[in-house]
């Protein structure tokens, strides 16, 4: 991904939401002095997903001249899913036929419907009952 800023003005930075100026971009300056261009390029990660970014310029010699535009950054990533042992079961008095049960956690963006556990070739959909 690579973000690109080109104000008027001498001061042109790329920010993180909590105001962060992002490392590893580059500045240039026009040959006139009239547009400074900040770019800087990553490669987004799921963790990355609702980032607000902010292109921030000013110019120093022009009081209260500061200018800034926001974008959030919405990353698409395949599903992840994570299994548990239910909530408050506790692996060491389970034993052969107790009665368990697992939680299947699922996260895409985007959003993706039809997960479930299978066990023995049959699945079972939330909701559903057990096995």
Request: contains cysteine; hydrophobic residues 30%; glycine residues 10%.
């Amino acid at each position: 991904m690579s973000l690109t800023s080109c104000t008027s003005g001498t001061d042109c930075s790329i920010l993180l939401q909590d105001g962060v100026s992002l490392e590893g971009g580059t500045v240039t300056v026009s040959a006139d002095g009239n547009t400074t261009t900040s770019t800087l390029s990553f490669t987004p990660t799921a963790a990355d997903h609702g980032l607000i970014l902010t292109c921030k310029a000013s110019n120093q010699r022009i009081p209260f001249s500061e200018q800034q535009r926001t974008w959030m950054l919405r990353v698409n990533y395949p599903p992840k899913v994570t299994l548990t042992l239910g909530h408050g079961l506790d692996t060491s008095v389970i034993k052969e036929g107790s009665d368990v049960y697992f939680e299947c956690h699922l996260t895409a963006n985007p959003w993706v419907s039809g997960g479930g556990l299978k066990h023995h070739n049959n699945m079972s959909r939330q909701n559903e009952g057990g096995f």
